[in-house]
C-alpha cells in the first residue's frame, strides 16, 4: 500500500534563504507525483506535476525533483519571499489511485 | 476566467440536518472530485465523478452522496449519517486521461461546522 511522507510538518526559516521541502514515498511504481501550495483556508494551487519518466520539473523559483529508486521527490524554493508562506503537500498518482502526504507548513520570516 | 467555484465558503448545521456544497466548474473537465481535509491529515477523496450521470465512491463515502446530472457541476450532499461532519471540503476537477488523474485543479473549498 503506497504511504506518502512529508517531514518536517512545519518548518520556518529568514527570508532570502533557499530551502528544500521534502516528499516520500513507499512504492516506486508511480504514474506521477504533484505538487501543491495552500494558504490558510484556501484551495490548493497545482505547482508542478512531474510524470514517472521525468527527472525534475521547475516553474520560475520553483524546482521539483522527483528519483523514484528511492522514493523520495524535493520541491527546492530558491531565495524565499515571505509570500511563500504556506502550507505545501505532495500527491502521488499510484495504482489509479491519489495519495496525499500531510504537508509542510512553511513560515519565511521577514 | 476558467476555475473551480465553490459555495457556500461557510456552512453552519445542527445535527440531524442534510446539508449541500454546490461546486460548478468551467474548466470543461469530465472528471471531478470531492475531498475532505482535516487537520494534520492529507486529503481523503469523498466521491469522484468521471464523466455526466457516473460517480464512485472514494475511501470515505459513508454518509455523503453526490450527483452528477451536468458536466459543469458535482454537488456533494452531506447527510445526517455522517458521524464527524465537521471538516474543510475541497473540490476538484481534472485533465484525466484513462484511469489516471492527470493534473488537478481545485475550488476555494467550503468549511462546515456541525452546531
Known amino acids: 500500500k503506497q504511504e506518502v511522507t512529508q517531514i518536517p510538518a512545519a518548518l520556518s526559516v529568514p527570508e532570502g534563504e533557499n530551502l528544500v521541502l521534502n516528499c516520500s514515498f513507499t512504492d516506486s511504481a508511480i504514474y506521477n507525483l504533484q505538487w501543491f501550495r495552500q494558504d490558510p483556508g484556501k484551495g490548493l494551487t497545482s505547482l508542478l506535476l512531474i510524470q514517472s519518466s521525468q527527472r525534475e520539473q521547475t516553474s520560475g523559483r520553483l524546482n521539483a525533483s522527483l528519483d523514484k529508486s528511492s522514493g523520495r521527490s524535493t520541491l527546492y524554493i530558491a531565495a524565499s519571499q515571505p509570500g511563500d508562506s504556506a502550507t505545501y503537500l505532495c500527491?502521488?498518482?499510484?495504482?489509479?489511485?491519489?495519495?496525499w502526504g500531510a504537508g509542510t507548513k512553511l513560515i519565511i520570516k521577514p | 476566467d476558467g476555475g473551480i467555484t465553490q459555495s457556500p465558503k461557510y456552512l453552519f448545521r445542527k445535527e440531524g440536518q442534510n446539508v449541500t456544497l454546490s461546486c460548478e466548474q468551467n474548466?470543461?473537465?469530465?472528471?471531478m472530485y470531492w475531498y475532505r481535509q482535516d487537520p494534520g491529515q492529507g486529503l481523503r477523496l469523498i466521491y469522484y465523478s468521471q464523466i455526466v450521470n457516473d460517480f464512485q465512491k472514494g475511501d470515505i463515502a459513508e454518509g455523503y452522496s453526490v450527483s452528477r446530472e451536468k458536466k459543469e457541476s458535482f454537488p456533494l450532499t452531506v447527510t445526517s449519517a455522517q458521524k464527524n461532519p465537521t471538516a474543510f471540503y475541497l473540490c476538484?476537477?481534472?485533465?484525466?486521461?484513462?484511469?489516471?488523474?492527470?493534473?488537478?485543479?481545485f475550488g476555494e473549498g467550503s468549511r462546515l461546522t456541525v452546531l
Open positions: 500527491a502521488v498518482e499510484s495504482n489509479y489511485q491519489l495519495i
Open positions: 474548466l470543461n473537465h469530465d472528471a
Open positions: 476538484a476537477s481534472s485533465t484525466r486521461t484513462g484511469a489516471n488523474t492527470g493534473e488537478l485543479f
